[in-house]
């Protein structure tokens, strides 16, 4: 994506917290963050890039898209960037030499016991929370629980040093309970470890609930201070929510899936969790669908997808029923090689867990929205400047690769409302143009493509609304003659790059040029299609080189034929390997009298 494509995606995002992963070109995940706003925070990176240090720089350089895992809360997304920084070790994150584990939160014994984090359980008596996702999350979830119970954070130690010093800064300002002045029993703060405790195993809803009981009774006492202190702390566990929903410490190897519907689309959102961690969230969307067809709907692409897997979690948690559940865990067991269950959970963790999934599904659903309604707009203004009678909703893009005239080919790709279709994407070998003949070999492909719809092909139907092909007026001039030769009236336009290679103009075949620099979101859509045509091309171009270089090397092989070259090459994986190989090897293989002619064969191509 450009620059200014990421831009626009992100301008898309919704203003909730979460996870954002930043992706290169390769597809690698090169940096994991979290925001209290995706929106804004993601949006930062693509603005002002002055302002970015070099490091940061370097790193949007290198995006070539981002992805997004929505949460409830920001502490959430805190522990989820953790444990997928964990997973992934981004290029551009910090990664702690010393971190070789999943740390846990420990709460030691006696009246006045503290929290520390250690990196792994012992057998000692105290409480242990986690494992968390690194040493930062687990931090964060000790500074939670300090902050909602005004927990001491300094180094003193109780009982031993109560009433020895002066309370510190904390106290005067609300933040500590001040154990040091003696003021707090064991008692009590032993309940104030309880309560912590409940919110690090996220029973967060069970402890709110019982401070509003709490409040109540200290109000109708007329304790009116106490009450305003439970509240305070209520709030504070009821806007921290559920903070065990993307680190559990019960929950492994389980996939939560769920749905989100507006008008006839539906989306599902699956998140997977394994070693008590989200590991995992993807998304799919479906048209045509009504409520009542849901049940159906999710039972079908329940057992497409995980047959397709070849595997199954240990739990499938649902945020409805399905039809024919039974046959659904029969067939999910049989994928697992033992039992899986699918639920519906109706309280607990495990129901926190789907509607977390159905809120990705529905923030999903919302981002998808944006995005078409803007790229109809930009299609309308596409149409517009080119004059066209109707808007450009399916665009079919061409371009031609070769290395120096040698094994020439082309792709078409093509656009539906502004999204790639990548089902309908073409591949052309060039046979009749000579090589180097861009221009014939445009006309060449223009035709085959055209003849095929022509035809009734419906792998080439419908035709577009728009044509474009990666050059300058010449290409688009012999496109064009293919077109008026066959009666075909499709408006059609070549895409002229600057100097880096940007599409900043799109021509006519007599050369008349339309800018589109000055319109940013004409100017993104045509750039992406030209980088999405000219990245297939130079893909399918790569394969059939390499197709052709490993067949030449095998030329000329007494007894070798294409079926035993492919028997070879799927035995050792590269030409190198064969030529490697000796006798024997290859007769595992090939007929013994075929081995050593490959041997013999490649011993006198060293020789010359």
């Known amino acids: 994506m450009t620059l200014s494509q990421l831009r626009q995606k992100a301008h898309e995002l919704p203003l909730v917290p979460g996870v954002y992963l930043m992706r290169d070109k390769n597809g690698q995940v090169i940096y994991v963050g979290k925001a209290k706003v995706l929106k804004n925070r993601v949006s930062q990176y693509f603005a002002n890039l002055a302002s970015h240090t070099a490091k940061t720089r370097r790193l949007v350089e290198n995006i070539d898209d981002f992805e997004t895992i929505y949460a409830k809360t920001e502490f959430d997304a805190l522990l989820l960037e953790n ?134 009774e200290r109000a109708e006492a007329l304790d009116f201070e106490g009450a305003a202190l439970l509240r305070d702390r209520m709030r504070a566990v009821q806007k921290l929510g559920r903070s065990r929903l993307v680190t559990g410490v019960t929950l492994s190897d389980i996939d939560v899936l769920a749905c989100g519907l507006r008008g006839t689309r539906a989306a599902f959102a699956l998140l997977s969790y394994g070693g008590g961690s989200l590991m995992d969230k993807k998304v799919q969307f479906f048209d045509g669908l009504e409520e009542q067809d849901l049940p159906d709907a999710l039972g079908s692409f329940i057992k497409q997808y995980y047959s397709r897997a070849g595997n199954a979690p240990r739990e499938l948690a649902l945020d409805r029923d399905i039809d024919d559940r039974e046959g659904v865990e029969a067939l999910l067991s049989s994928l697992r090689g033992r039992r899986c269950s699918v639920l519906v959970p109706q309280r607990g963790e495990k129901l926190q867990m789907v509607r977390l999934a159905a809120d990705n599904a529905r923030l999903e659903l919302e981002a998808l929205e944006t995005r078409e309604q803007r790229s109809r707009k930009t299609l309308v203004l596409l ?70 719809a022509l035809g009734g092909d419906e792998s080439f139907l419908p035709l577009p609304d728009l044509f474009l092909m990666d050059g300058g007026a010449g290409q688009t001039h012999v496109a064009l003659q293919q077109l008026r030769q066959r009666g075909v009236t499709v408006p059609i336009f070549g895409m002229v790059k600057d100097s880096h290679h940007r599409t900043r103009a799109l021509v006519t075949a007599d050369g008349r040029e339309i800018g589109i620099v000055s319109t940013p979101a004409v100017f993104a859509l045509v750039g992406r299609i030209q980088e999405e045509t000219h990245r297939f091309a130079v893909a399918y171009h790569h394969d059939v080189r390499a197709k052709n270089a490993r067949r030449s090397a095998l030329d000329g092989i007494p007894g070798l034929g294409e079926r035993r070259r492919r028997q070879l090459m799927r035995h050792f994986g590269t030409v190198s390997a064969i030529r490697r190989a000796s006798a024997d090897e290859l007769a595992a293989v090939v007929p013994r009298n075929v081995a050593e002619e490959i041997v013999r064969h490649f011993s006198e191509k060293e020789q010359k």
């Open 83 to 216: 444990t997928l920084i964990k997973r992934y070790k981004p290029k551009y994150n910090i990664l702690l030499k010393d971190d070789k584990g999943y740390p846990y939160v420990r709460l030691g014994k006696g009246e006045y016991a503290t929290f520390s984090i250690v990196p792994a359980r012992q057998d000692d008596g105290a409480r242990y929370f986690g494992p968390y996702g690194g040493r930062g999350a687990a931090k964060a979830a000790i500074d939670i629980v300090r902050e909602t119970f005004a927990l001491p954070t300094c180094t003193r130690k109780f009982p031993r040093d109560i009433g020895k010093e002066r309370p510190c800064l904390m106290l005067h300002l609300n933040k500590c309970c001040g154990v040091c002045t003696g003021s707090v029993s064991p008692e009590q703060y032993a309940e104030l470890l309880r309560q912590s405790a409940l919110l690090l195993e996220g029973k967060g809803d069970d402890l709110a609930h019982a401070m509003e009981e709490k409040m109540n």
């Open 383 to 452: 149409g517009e400047m080119l004059g066209l009678e109707k808007t450009p909703r399916r665009i079919e893009a061409f371009d031609i690769s070769n290395t120096a005239g040698s094994d020439p080919v082309a792709s078409m790709t093509v656009f539906e409302d502004g999204a790639p279709k990548k089902s309908a994407y073409k591949k052309f070998k060039v046979k009749l143009a000579a090589g180097g003949d861009d221009y014939g070999a445009m006309a060449e492909v223009v035709g085959r493509r055209l003849d095929r």
